[in-house]
């Protein structure tokens, strides 16, 4: 199983980014695609995800307003957006998968360096 | 939600154990059994090495042990080696999220 996000973006300060993560191997309907990101020389931070309990998508308190995550099971890529960027969104953002019903992200995508900057 | 607390890093020797800790809340780990820790080498994603507290995914070393006693998660690495050199987080499921670990980094001596 695979997930391949879209490549790296440099961004201006209060624009929006949209990042891709295709699915393979399974399909986006089993399973549920998180995101989260990781700035430069910092720990992992969970922006939000599909939470197949309820159905609906989560989003991490500090992000919420400001990121849209989406999926289209057409073509098993889930997408991540987040706007009024600002520097410190300078990150590699990643996807990750649960499979099935399960709580632990069993792949993740390869990154993407999203870069913030005037 | 607060991030579970992990020691900034821990170091050991070729061979010897080493013990991660993970301290959440009675919302987070003291609650749910989804208690997950992760690999993650300069510049690669994160490899996922427990899960369940305890459960190790197939093509994972049995070197990697997990365990959770009250609020705190921990994970033991026995017999220490070169390539374990990396940092390690801690996930746990809390109701409606995920709440991630601050991090640790292993140095092998």
């Known amino acids: 199983a695979h997930l391949v996000q879209s490549g790296a973006e440099v961004k201006k300060p209060g624009a929006s980014v949209k990042v891709s993560c295709k699915v393979s191997g399974y399909t986006l309907t089993q399973s549920s695609i998180h995101w989260v990101r990781q700035a430069p020389g910092k720990g992992l931070e969970w922006m939000g995800g599909?939470?197949?309990?309820?159905?609906?998508?989560i989003y991490a308190q500090k992000f919420q307003g400001r990121v849209t995550m989406t999926e289209d099971t057409s073509t098993d890529t889930a997408f991540m957006e987040l706007s009024s960027l600002r520097s410190e969104d300078t990150a590699v953002y990643y996807c990750?998968?649960?499979?099935?019903?399960?709580?632990?992200?069993?792949?993740w995508g390869q990154g993407t360096l999203v870069t913030v900057s005037s | 939600q607060s991030a579970l607390t992990q020691p900034a890093s821990v170091s050991g020797s070729p061979g010897q154990p080493i013990t991660i800790s993970c301290t959440g809340t009675s919302s987070d780990v003291g609650t749910y059994d989804y208690v997950s820790w992760y690999q993650q080498h300069p510049g690669k994603a994160p490899k996922l090495l427990i899960y369940d507290v305890s459960y190790r995914p197939s093509g994972v070393s049995n070197r990697f042990f997990g365990f959770k006693s009250g609020n705190t998660a921990s994970l033991t690495i026995s017999g220490l080696q070169a390539e374990d050199e990396a940092d390690y987080y801690c996930i746990s499921y809390s109701t409606h999220s995920f709440v991630f670990g601050t991090g640790t980094k292993v140095t092998v001596l």
């Open positions: 990750a998968s649960l499979r099935g019903t399960t709580f632990r992200f069993e792949d």
């Open positions: 599909f939470d197949h309990g309820d159905g609906e998508t």
